[in-house]
């Protein structure tokens, strides 16, 4: 019998102005994957694929359905700030590609969304566009979303896109190993037990 497969993609900004925080993002990266794999020990029940999508001008899959024992370290992933923010571009060409992945009854994603600013260079996706999707995804019960902004107005901006305001933070950067994944890698064993009692996914 095959394991259920959950799949966790991050969507994650590196235009020009993630800058001043190059570190704390592959500090926190790399924390994270350690608790990623710890998960999956506790978790065997469970299939757990990775992947992480960084945009700018454009958007670049780096790796997707990934195997946690599989996971690059950060010296791998290049990540180098510059340029616009193609946020709506980011999430749309991602969840796209995580639907592709999905195959089976019992095969569930999450989709996290870190950024530090607003849509300003996206050539794919309107506003709209990402609303309609978030929304018929959702509904679907095999995705949940979670939005995290170094932006005052983060949680507002995760509502005009249909994402739940209970999904969505905002963080300041200085707090960013905390306050964000930390968080993540907590709400992700929260999902996997949800997912373990048949309960409602759409909340991370």
């Known amino acids: 019998m095959n394991k ?46 990775v992947g992480l999508t960084v945009f700018s001008d454009s958007v670049d899959i780096r790796y997707d359905n990934l195997p946690v024992d599989l996971l690059p370290n950060v010296n791998q992933i290049n990540y180098k700030p510059a340029g616009g923010t193609a946020l709506l571009d980011g999430i749309g060409l991602s969840i796209n590609r995580v639907d592709q992945l999905i195959e089976n009854e019992g095969d569930t994603a999450v989709i996290v969304i870190l950024t530090d600013g607003h849509e300003n260079v996206s050539k794919f996706f309107s506003l709209a566009q990402i609303q309609e999707l978030i929304k018929t995804k959702e509904a679907s019960g095999k995705f949940s979303f979670s939005f995290l902004g170094a932006t005052l107005d983060a949680v507002d901006m995760a509502e005009k896109m249909n994402i739940r305001r209970e999904n969505s933070a905002a963080f300041a950067k200085v707090d960013m190993q905390d306050a964000v994944f930390n968080r993540v890698a907590n709400s992700m064993i929260n999902y996997l037990e949800r997912k373990g009692k048949g309960e409602d996914l759409r909340r991370f």
């Open 4 to 49: 259920q497969k959950t799949i966790y993609h991050f969507v994650l900004d590196q235009s020009g102005s993630m800058s001043d925080c190059v570190d704390a993002t592959l500090s926190g990266i790399e924390s994270q994957n350690k608790k990623i794999k710890a998960i999956a020990q506790e978790f065997q029940d469970q299939d757990i694929r």
